[in-house]
Protein backbone atom coordinates (compact mmCIF):
# COMPACT_ATOMS: atom_id res chain seq x y z
CA UNK A 1 0.00 0.00 0.00
CA UNK A 2 1.67 3.27 -1.09
CA UNK A 3 1.16 7.02 0.45
CA UNK A 4 0.50 10.30 -0.70
CA UNK A 5 4.13 11.55 -1.30
CA UNK A 6 3.24 14.57 0.38
CA UNK A 7 2.49 12.51 3.53
CA UNK A 8 5.03 10.03 3.50
CA UNK A 9 8.86 10.21 3.56
CA UNK A 10 10.76 8.30 1.07
CA UNK A 11 11.22 4.64 2.31
CA UNK A 12 9.23 5.12 5.42
CA UNK A 13 6.14 2.80 6.34
CA UNK A 14 4.35 5.72 7.70
CA UNK A 15 3.94 9.32 7.63
CA UNK A 16 5.09 11.94 10.78
CA UNK A 17 2.10 12.71 12.07
CA UNK A 18 3.69 16.14 12.94
CA UNK A 19 3.01 16.58 9.49
CA UNK A 20 0.88 19.67 8.24
CA UNK A 21 -1.64 17.75 5.81
CA UNK A 22 -1.49 15.07 7.93
CA UNK A 23 -2.31 16.80 11.31
CA UNK A 24 -5.29 18.22 8.58
CA UNK A 25 -6.20 15.64 7.39
CA UNK A 26 -6.98 13.21 10.50
CA UNK A 27 -8.33 16.69 12.48
CA UNK A 28 -11.21 16.62 9.79
CA UNK A 29 -11.60 13.15 9.88
CA UNK A 30 -11.60 12.97 13.51
CA UNK A 31 -14.65 16.11 14.08
CA UNK A 32 -16.25 13.92 11.09
CA UNK A 33 -16.58 11.04 12.97
CA UNK A 34 -17.69 12.85 16.02
CA UNK A 35 -20.13 14.11 14.58
CA UNK A 36 -21.82 11.32 13.48
CA UNK A 37 -20.75 8.38 16.23
CA UNK A 38 -22.50 10.92 18.49
CA UNK A 39 -25.64 9.81 16.81
CA UNK A 40 -25.25 6.38 18.09
CA UNK A 41 -27.30 7.17 21.66
CA UNK A 42 -28.39 10.43 21.26
CA UNK A 43 -31.94 8.94 21.70
CA UNK A 44 -31.24 6.91 24.31
CA UNK A 45 -32.18 9.64 26.92
CA UNK A 46 -35.30 10.54 24.76
CA UNK A 47 -36.60 6.57 24.61
CA UNK A 48 -39.16 7.45 27.29
CA UNK A 49 -40.39 10.98 25.37
CA UNK A 50 -40.82 8.76 22.20
CA UNK A 51 -42.77 6.27 23.88
CA UNK A 52 -45.11 8.67 24.86
CA UNK A 53 -44.86 10.51 21.80
CA UNK A 54 -44.83 7.69 19.29
CA UNK A 55 -47.37 5.62 21.29
CA UNK A 56 -44.56 2.63 21.39
CA UNK A 57 -42.98 0.10 23.88
CA UNK A 58 -39.28 -0.15 25.68
CA UNK A 59 -38.32 -3.19 23.33
CA UNK A 60 -39.61 -1.46 20.19
CA UNK A 61 -38.48 2.23 21.79
CA UNK A 62 -34.65 0.54 21.83
CA UNK A 63 -34.65 -0.40 18.16
CA UNK A 64 -34.02 3.66 17.57
CA UNK A 65 -30.32 2.66 19.13
CA UNK A 66 -29.92 -1.18 18.02
CA UNK A 67 -31.31 -0.29 14.52
CA UNK A 68 -28.69 1.94 14.42
CA UNK A 69 -25.62 0.18 15.54
CA UNK A 70 -27.35 -3.20 13.70
CA UNK A 71 -26.78 -1.57 10.89
CA UNK A 72 -23.27 -0.37 10.89
CA UNK A 73 -22.96 -3.44 11.88
CA UNK A 74 -24.04 -5.37 8.33
CA UNK A 75 -22.38 -2.32 6.46
CA UNK A 76 -19.16 -2.12 8.15
CA UNK A 77 -18.44 -5.52 6.62
CA UNK A 78 -18.25 -4.22 3.13
CA UNK A 79 -15.51 -1.27 3.77
CA UNK A 80 -12.31 -3.46 3.73
CA UNK A 81 -13.86 -3.82 0.17
CA UNK A 82 -15.03 0.01 -0.80
CA UNK A 83 -11.45 1.21 0.59
CA UNK A 84 -9.37 -1.16 -1.90
CA UNK A 85 -11.76 0.22 -4.75
CA UNK A 86 -12.65 3.61 -4.33
CA UNK A 87 -10.28 7.14 -2.80
CA UNK A 88 -10.52 8.02 0.65
CA UNK A 89 -12.11 10.83 -0.94
CA UNK A 90 -14.61 9.77 -2.36
CA UNK A 91 -15.54 7.60 0.75
CA UNK A 92 -15.70 10.18 2.91
CA UNK A 93 -18.02 12.24 0.84
CA UNK A 94 -20.46 9.88 0.44
CA UNK A 95 -20.35 8.93 4.36
CA UNK A 96 -21.36 12.23 5.13
CA UNK A 97 -24.00 12.55 2.45
CA UNK A 98 -25.58 9.54 3.50
CA UNK A 99 -25.28 11.21 7.27
CA UNK A 100 -26.85 14.05 6.67
CA UNK A 101 -29.81 12.84 4.29
CA UNK A 102 -30.68 10.82 6.92
CA UNK A 103 -30.04 13.85 9.39
CA UNK A 104 -33.10 15.43 7.43
CA UNK A 105 -35.05 12.53 7.02
CA UNK A 106 -35.84 11.66 10.92
CA UNK A 107 -36.01 15.54 11.87
CA UNK A 108 -39.35 15.50 9.05
CA UNK A 109 -40.02 12.27 10.40
CA UNK A 110 -44.12 11.58 11.52
CA UNK A 111 -44.28 8.47 13.04
CA UNK A 112 -41.63 5.51 13.88
CA UNK A 113 -41.41 4.18 10.52
CA UNK A 114 -40.18 6.87 9.07
CA UNK A 115 -37.91 7.29 11.93
CA UNK A 116 -36.51 4.20 11.85
CA UNK A 117 -35.84 4.19 7.84
CA UNK A 118 -33.80 7.39 9.21
CA UNK A 119 -31.83 6.22 11.19
CA UNK A 120 -30.76 3.09 8.96
CA UNK A 121 -29.78 5.74 6.65
CA UNK A 122 -27.86 7.65 8.94
CA UNK A 123 -26.11 4.69 10.33
CA UNK A 124 -24.82 3.79 7.10
CA UNK A 125 -22.98 6.67 6.54
CA UNK A 126 -21.77 6.46 9.82
CA UNK A 127 -20.64 2.68 9.36
CA UNK A 128 -18.45 3.93 6.74
CA UNK A 129 -16.63 6.60 9.23
CA UNK A 130 -14.68 4.83 11.60
CA UNK A 131 -13.02 2.09 9.46
CA UNK A 132 -11.78 5.14 6.97
CA UNK A 133 -10.21 6.96 9.87
CA UNK A 134 -8.26 3.99 11.48
CA UNK A 135 -7.11 3.14 7.54
CA UNK A 136 -5.80 6.70 7.67
CA UNK A 137 -4.25 6.93 10.96
CA UNK A 138 -2.60 3.20 10.00
CA UNK A 139 -0.99 4.78 6.88
CA UNK A 140 0.17 8.44 7.84
CA UNK A 141 1.31 7.84 11.68
CA UNK A 142 4.09 6.19 12.58
CA UNK A 143 3.80 2.89 14.76
CA UNK A 144 5.75 4.66 17.85
CA UNK A 145 3.15 7.41 17.71
CA UNK A 146 -0.15 5.49 17.11
CA UNK A 147 -1.27 5.20 21.10
CA UNK A 148 -1.24 8.86 21.08
CA UNK A 149 -3.51 9.31 17.87
CA UNK A 150 -5.60 6.00 18.88
CA UNK A 151 -6.42 7.73 22.35
CA UNK A 152 -8.15 10.90 19.79
CA UNK A 153 -9.99 7.60 17.68
CA UNK A 154 -10.86 6.75 21.65
CA UNK A 155 -12.90 9.92 22.06
CA UNK A 156 -14.86 9.30 18.63
CA UNK A 157 -15.97 5.84 19.65
CA UNK A 158 -16.22 5.92 23.08
CA UNK A 159 -16.91 9.23 24.46
CA UNK A 160 -19.14 10.04 21.58
CA UNK A 161 -22.07 8.18 22.29
CA UNK A 162 -21.60 8.49 26.09
CA UNK A 163 -22.08 12.26 25.91
CA UNK A 164 -25.17 11.92 23.77
CA UNK A 165 -27.48 11.04 26.50
CA UNK A 166 -26.27 14.62 27.77
CA UNK A 167 -26.64 16.28 24.57
CA UNK A 168 -29.51 14.71 23.81
CA UNK A 169 -30.89 15.84 27.80
CA UNK A 170 -29.91 19.60 27.45
CA UNK A 171 -31.93 19.93 23.65
CA UNK A 172 -35.32 17.75 25.33
CA UNK A 173 -35.12 20.06 28.27
CA UNK A 174 -36.52 22.58 26.26
CA UNK A 175 -37.36 21.60 23.19
CA UNK A 176 -38.87 18.38 21.45
CA UNK A 177 -36.61 15.33 20.23
CA UNK A 178 -36.59 16.44 16.69
CA UNK A 179 -34.75 19.62 17.57
CA UNK A 180 -31.93 16.83 18.14
CA UNK A 181 -31.48 16.21 14.60
CA UNK A 182 -31.93 19.69 13.46
CA UNK A 183 -29.38 20.79 15.49
CA UNK A 184 -26.94 17.94 14.19
CA UNK A 185 -27.96 19.07 10.60
CA UNK A 186 -25.84 22.16 10.16
CA UNK A 187 -22.80 20.36 11.57
CA UNK A 188 -23.13 17.91 9.63
CA UNK A 189 -23.10 19.75 6.44
CA UNK A 190 -19.90 22.06 7.77
CA UNK A 191 -18.23 18.66 7.83
CA UNK A 192 -18.99 17.72 4.40
CA UNK A 193 -18.30 20.76 2.85
CA UNK A 194 -14.76 21.03 4.88
CA UNK A 195 -13.84 17.35 4.07
CA UNK A 196 -14.73 17.89 0.13
CA UNK A 197 -12.23 20.64 0.54
CA UNK A 198 -9.37 19.27 2.90
CA UNK A 199 -9.99 15.80 2.50
CA UNK A 200 -6.87 13.84 0.10
CA UNK A 201 -6.24 10.28 -0.77
CA UNK A 202 -3.31 8.55 1.04
CA UNK A 203 -4.23 5.28 -0.07
CA UNK A 204 -3.66 3.26 -3.42
CA UNK A 205 -6.78 2.21 -5.35
CA UNK A 206 -6.45 -1.53 -5.65
CA UNK A 207 -8.69 -3.96 -8.11
CA UNK A 208 -11.29 -5.62 -5.86
CA UNK A 209 -14.15 -7.54 -6.56
CA UNK A 210 -17.45 -7.46 -4.07
CA UNK A 211 -18.33 -11.36 -3.23
CA UNK A 212 -22.36 -10.86 -3.34
CA UNK A 213 -23.25 -14.25 -1.53
CA UNK A 214 -21.30 -12.50 1.56
CA UNK A 215 -23.27 -9.57 1.73
CA UNK A 216 -26.70 -11.24 2.43
CA UNK A 217 -24.75 -13.85 5.07
CA UNK A 218 -23.41 -11.20 7.12
CA UNK A 219 -26.70 -9.23 7.15
CA UNK A 220 -28.38 -12.85 7.85
CA UNK A 221 -25.95 -13.73 10.38
CA UNK A 222 -25.32 -10.20 12.35
CA UNK A 223 -29.02 -9.30 11.95
CA UNK A 224 -30.41 -12.80 13.09
CA UNK A 225 -28.38 -12.44 16.52
CA UNK A 226 -29.50 -9.07 17.61
CA UNK A 227 -33.15 -9.44 16.34
CA UNK A 228 -33.32 -12.64 18.20
CA UNK A 229 -32.22 -11.16 21.37
CA UNK A 230 -34.57 -7.98 20.95
CA UNK A 231 -37.64 -10.18 20.15
CA UNK A 232 -36.62 -11.86 23.60
CA UNK A 233 -37.60 -8.65 24.99
CA UNK A 234 -40.71 -7.85 23.04
CA UNK A 235 -41.65 -11.14 23.83
CA UNK A 236 -41.89 -10.36 27.58
CA UNK A 237 -44.25 -7.66 27.05
CA UNK A 238 -46.12 -9.56 24.07
CA UNK A 239 -45.64 -7.41 21.43
CA UNK A 240 -42.79 -9.80 19.88
CA UNK A 241 -44.08 -10.35 15.89
CA UNK A 242 -42.24 -13.82 15.50
CA UNK A 243 -40.79 -16.13 18.17
CA UNK A 244 -37.45 -15.19 19.35
CA UNK A 245 -35.96 -18.86 18.56
CA UNK A 246 -36.18 -18.40 14.91
CA UNK A 247 -34.27 -15.17 14.25
CA UNK A 248 -31.65 -16.46 16.34
CA UNK A 249 -31.30 -20.21 14.37
CA UNK A 250 -31.01 -17.90 11.48
CA UNK A 251 -28.40 -15.76 12.42
CA UNK A 252 -26.10 -18.35 13.73
CA UNK A 253 -26.82 -20.27 10.88
CA UNK A 254 -25.96 -17.35 8.40
CA UNK A 255 -23.08 -16.73 10.54
CA UNK A 256 -21.29 -19.71 10.10
CA UNK A 257 -21.82 -19.83 6.22
CA UNK A 258 -20.61 -16.31 6.52
CA UNK A 259 -17.15 -16.90 7.83
CA UNK A 260 -16.70 -20.47 5.90
CA UNK A 261 -17.67 -18.42 2.67
CA UNK A 262 -14.54 -16.00 3.87
CA UNK A 263 -11.99 -18.12 4.71
CA UNK A 264 -12.93 -19.60 1.30
CA UNK A 265 -11.95 -16.50 -0.30
CA UNK A 266 -9.29 -15.28 1.22
CA UNK A 267 -6.49 -16.64 -0.26
CA UNK A 268 -7.97 -15.56 -4.16
CA UNK A 269 -7.78 -12.32 -2.12
CA UNK A 270 -12.04 -11.64 -2.89
CA UNK A 271 -13.05 -11.92 0.87
CA UNK A 272 -15.51 -9.38 1.73
CA UNK A 273 -13.66 -9.76 5.01
CA UNK A 274 -10.85 -11.43 5.57
CA UNK A 275 -10.60 -13.23 8.38
CA UNK A 276 -6.81 -13.88 8.05
CA UNK A 277 -6.65 -11.47 11.04
CA UNK A 278 -8.03 -13.74 13.57
CA UNK A 279 -4.57 -15.74 12.98
CA UNK A 280 -3.45 -13.38 14.67
CA UNK A 281 -3.17 -13.86 18.50
CA UNK A 282 -2.72 -10.82 20.05
CA UNK A 283 -5.52 -9.08 17.65
CA UNK A 284 -8.13 -12.28 18.41
CA UNK A 285 -8.00 -11.76 22.64
CA UNK A 286 -7.94 -8.21 21.73
CA UNK A 287 -11.57 -8.48 19.69
CA UNK A 288 -12.86 -10.19 22.65
CA UNK A 289 -11.87 -8.19 24.95
CA UNK A 290 -13.18 -4.85 23.32
CA UNK A 291 -16.52 -6.61 22.09
CA UNK A 292 -16.77 -6.98 26.18
CA UNK A 293 -16.00 -3.19 26.60
CA UNK A 294 -18.57 -2.12 24.01
CA UNK A 295 -21.51 -4.53 25.35
CA UNK A 296 -20.66 -3.39 28.92
CA UNK A 297 -20.57 0.51 27.66
CA UNK A 298 -24.06 0.32 25.68
CA UNK A 299 -25.93 -1.71 28.15
CA UNK A 300 -25.30 1.18 30.76
CA UNK A 301 -25.76 3.93 28.06
CA UNK A 302 -29.16 1.84 27.65
CA UNK A 303 -30.21 1.27 31.09
CA UNK A 304 -28.67 4.20 33.37
CA UNK A 305 -31.30 6.94 31.56
CA UNK A 306 -34.35 4.61 32.16
CA UNK A 307 -33.47 3.92 35.63
CA UNK A 308 -33.27 7.46 36.20
CA UNK A 309 -36.17 8.56 34.83
CA UNK A 310 -38.66 5.54 35.64
CA UNK A 311 -37.18 4.66 38.93
CA UNK A 312 -35.34 7.78 40.50
CA UNK A 313 -38.06 9.90 38.79
CA UNK A 314 -35.26 12.50 37.48
CA UNK A 315 -36.25 14.62 34.30
CA UNK A 316 -33.85 14.43 31.24
CA UNK A 317 -31.63 17.65 31.74
CA UNK A 318 -30.60 15.94 35.19
CA UNK A 319 -30.53 12.53 33.46
CA UNK A 320 -27.91 14.18 30.84
CA UNK A 321 -25.98 15.87 33.41
CA UNK A 322 -25.68 12.87 35.65
CA UNK A 323 -24.33 11.00 32.95
CA UNK A 324 -21.83 14.03 31.35
CA UNK A 325 -18.91 13.24 34.25
CA UNK A 326 -18.50 9.53 32.73
CA UNK A 327 -18.25 10.78 29.07
CA UNK A 328 -16.03 13.44 30.25
CA UNK A 329 -13.45 11.19 32.19
CA UNK A 330 -13.27 9.11 29.27
CA UNK A 331 -12.58 12.07 27.21
CA UNK A 332 -9.56 13.39 29.09
CA UNK A 333 -8.32 9.85 29.83
CA UNK A 334 -8.01 9.09 26.44
CA UNK A 335 -5.09 10.80 25.30
CA UNK A 336 -2.93 10.45 28.36
CA UNK A 337 -3.55 6.68 28.09
CA UNK A 338 -2.52 6.78 24.47
CA UNK A 339 0.39 8.53 25.41
CA UNK A 340 1.10 5.39 28.30
CA UNK A 341 0.54 2.76 25.67
CA UNK A 342 3.46 4.09 23.35
CA UNK A 343 5.79 3.77 26.38
CA UNK A 344 4.46 0.83 28.03
CA UNK A 345 2.23 -1.14 25.71
CA UNK A 346 -0.98 -2.55 26.75
CA UNK A 347 -0.97 -5.09 29.37
CA UNK A 348 0.02 -2.50 32.21
CA UNK A 349 -3.02 -0.40 31.08
CA UNK A 350 -6.17 -3.18 30.13
CA UNK A 351 -5.80 -4.90 33.32
CA UNK A 352 -6.33 -2.08 35.77
CA UNK A 353 -8.54 -1.09 33.04
CA UNK A 354 -10.72 -4.38 33.22
CA UNK A 355 -10.71 -4.82 36.98
CA UNK A 356 -11.90 -1.11 37.10
CA UNK A 357 -14.84 -1.92 34.56
CA UNK A 358 -15.82 -4.52 37.13
CA UNK A 359 -15.81 -2.11 39.95
CA UNK A 360 -17.99 0.28 38.04
CA UNK A 361 -20.61 -2.78 37.03
CA UNK A 362 -21.09 -4.28 40.55
CA UNK A 363 -21.65 -0.69 42.32
CA UNK A 364 -24.29 -0.17 39.78
CA UNK A 365 -25.88 -3.34 40.97
CA UNK A 366 -26.59 -1.62 44.34
CA UNK A 367 -28.75 1.16 42.98
CA UNK A 368 -32.34 1.87 44.46
CA UNK A 369 -35.05 3.97 44.25
CA UNK A 370 -33.47 5.56 47.16
CA UNK A 371 -29.83 5.69 45.53
CA UNK A 372 -27.99 9.37 45.95
CA UNK A 373 -27.13 10.88 42.34
CA UNK A 374 -23.82 10.77 43.62
CA UNK A 375 -23.62 7.06 43.98
CA UNK A 376 -24.94 7.07 40.24
CA UNK A 377 -22.38 9.39 39.20
CA UNK A 378 -19.60 7.70 40.80
CA UNK A 379 -20.14 3.97 39.59
CA UNK A 380 -20.32 5.37 35.94
CA UNK A 381 -17.60 7.34 36.35
CA UNK A 382 -15.34 4.58 37.91
CA UNK A 383 -17.11 2.18 34.60
CA UNK A 384 -16.13 5.30 32.07
CA UNK A 385 -12.31 5.33 33.57
CA UNK A 386 -11.95 1.57 33.17
CA UNK A 387 -13.13 1.85 29.70
CA UNK A 388 -11.03 4.45 29.01
CA UNK A 389 -7.59 2.58 29.72
CA UNK A 390 -8.82 -0.62 27.87
CA UNK A 391 -9.86 0.95 24.49
CA UNK A 392 -7.52 2.68 23.61
CA UNK A 393 -4.30 -0.32 24.16
CA UNK A 394 -6.60 -3.09 23.04
CA UNK A 395 -7.60 -1.23 19.63
CA UNK A 396 -3.65 -0.11 18.92
CA UNK A 397 -2.18 -3.07 19.78
CA UNK A 398 -4.83 -5.54 17.43
CA UNK A 399 -4.52 -3.29 14.25
CA UNK A 400 -0.73 -2.98 15.20
CA UNK A 401 -0.17 -6.27 15.02
CA UNK A 402 -1.50 -6.95 11.30
CA UNK A 403 0.52 -6.59 8.23
CA UNK A 404 -0.22 -3.84 6.24
CA UNK A 405 -2.18 -5.78 3.46
CA UNK A 406 -4.83 -6.16 6.07
CA UNK A 407 -5.28 -2.95 7.57
CA UNK A 408 -8.51 -1.93 6.01
CA UNK A 409 -9.86 -5.44 6.81
CA UNK A 410 -8.71 -5.35 10.86
CA UNK A 411 -9.72 -2.06 10.96
CA UNK A 412 -13.40 -2.98 9.13
CA UNK A 413 -13.10 -6.21 11.66
CA UNK A 414 -12.83 -3.94 14.93
CA UNK A 415 -15.66 -1.79 13.72
CA UNK A 416 -17.53 -4.63 13.29
CA UNK A 417 -17.27 -5.91 16.50
CA UNK A 418 -17.66 -3.08 18.31
CA UNK A 419 -20.82 -2.35 16.66
CA UNK A 420 -22.00 -5.96 17.33
CA UNK A 421 -20.82 -6.05 20.53
CA UNK A 422 -22.92 -2.34 21.50
CA UNK A 423 -26.00 -3.61 19.82
CA UNK A 424 -25.97 -6.98 21.52
CA UNK A 425 -25.30 -5.14 24.91
CA UNK A 426 -28.51 -2.95 23.88
CA UNK A 427 -30.65 -6.11 23.22
CA UNK A 428 -29.22 -7.87 25.93
CA UNK A 429 -29.96 -5.61 28.77
CA UNK A 430 -32.87 -4.45 27.36
CA UNK A 431 -34.21 -8.11 27.38
CA UNK A 432 -32.83 -8.85 30.72
CA UNK A 433 -34.65 -5.92 31.81
CA UNK A 434 -38.30 -6.60 30.29
CA UNK A 435 -37.97 -10.05 31.34
CA UNK A 436 -37.06 -9.17 35.34
CA UNK A 437 -39.96 -6.31 35.24
CA UNK A 438 -42.50 -8.53 34.16
CA UNK A 439 -41.73 -11.07 36.28
CA UNK A 440 -41.78 -8.91 39.19
CA UNK A 441 -44.98 -7.66 38.70
CA UNK A 442 -46.42 -10.90 37.70
CA UNK A 443 -45.31 -11.26 41.78
CA UNK A 444 -47.58 -7.99 42.70
CA UNK A 445 -44.86 -5.97 43.00
CA UNK A 446 -45.74 -2.32 41.75
CA UNK A 447 -44.56 -0.74 38.71
CA UNK A 448 -41.62 1.36 40.55
CA UNK A 449 -40.29 -1.52 42.11
CA UNK A 450 -40.83 -3.39 39.35
CA UNK A 451 -38.42 -1.69 37.03
CA UNK A 452 -36.04 -1.34 39.69
CA UNK A 453 -35.73 -4.76 39.67
CA UNK A 454 -35.56 -5.48 36.26
CA UNK A 455 -32.98 -2.85 35.91
CA UNK A 456 -31.44 -4.95 39.04
CA UNK A 457 -31.19 -8.32 37.56
CA UNK A 458 -29.37 -6.34 34.20
CA UNK A 459 -26.71 -5.23 35.89
CA UNK A 460 -26.37 -8.11 37.80
CA UNK A 461 -25.46 -10.30 34.52
CA UNK A 462 -22.87 -7.20 33.25
CA UNK A 463 -21.35 -7.89 36.69
CA UNK A 464 -20.57 -11.22 36.02
CA UNK A 465 -19.35 -11.15 32.30
CA UNK A 466 -17.02 -7.86 34.00
CA UNK A 467 -15.07 -10.62 35.92
CA UNK A 468 -14.81 -12.88 32.78
CA UNK A 469 -13.13 -9.65 31.17
CA UNK A 470 -10.47 -9.46 33.86
CA UNK A 471 -9.56 -12.99 33.17
CA UNK A 472 -9.28 -12.29 29.66
CA UNK A 473 -6.84 -9.07 30.25
CA UNK A 474 -4.46 -11.43 32.23
CA UNK A 475 -3.80 -13.16 29.11
CA UNK A 476 -2.95 -10.00 27.18
CA UNK A 477 1.20 -10.06 26.30
CA UNK A 478 3.18 -7.11 27.48
CA UNK A 479 5.52 -4.99 25.35
CA UNK A 480 8.15 -6.61 23.13
CA UNK A 481 11.47 -6.10 22.74
CA UNK A 482 10.91 -4.35 19.54
CA UNK A 483 7.93 -1.84 20.14
CA UNK A 484 9.88 -1.17 23.39
CA UNK A 485 12.83 0.16 21.47
CA UNK A 486 10.79 2.01 18.70
CA UNK A 487 9.30 4.10 21.16
CA UNK A 488 12.10 5.37 22.76
Avoid at 24 to 30: A, E, H
Avoid at 163 to 188: D, E, H, N, Y
Avoid at 339 to 346: C, H, P, S
Avoid at 436 to 459: K, W
Wanted: glycine share 10%; with cysteine; hydrophobic share 55%.
Amino acid sequence: MTQNPTLADTGTAQAPVRDRSAVLLIGVLLVAAFVVILNETILSVALPTLMTDLAISAATAQWLTSGFLLTMAIVIPITGFLMQRFTLRAIFIAAMTLFTVGTLVAALAPGFELLIVARVVQASGTALMVPLLMTTILNVVPEQNRGRTMGLVSIVIAVAPAIGPTVSGLILQSLSWRAMFWIVLPIAIGALILGGIFVRNVTERRPARLDVLSVPLSALGFGGLVYGLSSIGESASGHAPVPPWIPLVVGVIALGLFVLRQLALADSGTALLDLRTFAVGPFRLAIILMAGFMLTLFGALILLPMYLQNVMGEDVLTTGLVLLPGGLTMGLLAPFVGALFDKFGARPLVLPGTVAVSAGTWLLTTLDAASSIGMVIAAHVILSAGIAFGLTPLMTSALGSLRPELYSHGSATVSTIQQVAGAAGTALFITLMTRGTQSAVDDGADPLSAAGDGIHLAFVVAGCLSVALIVAAALVRGRSTSEASASR
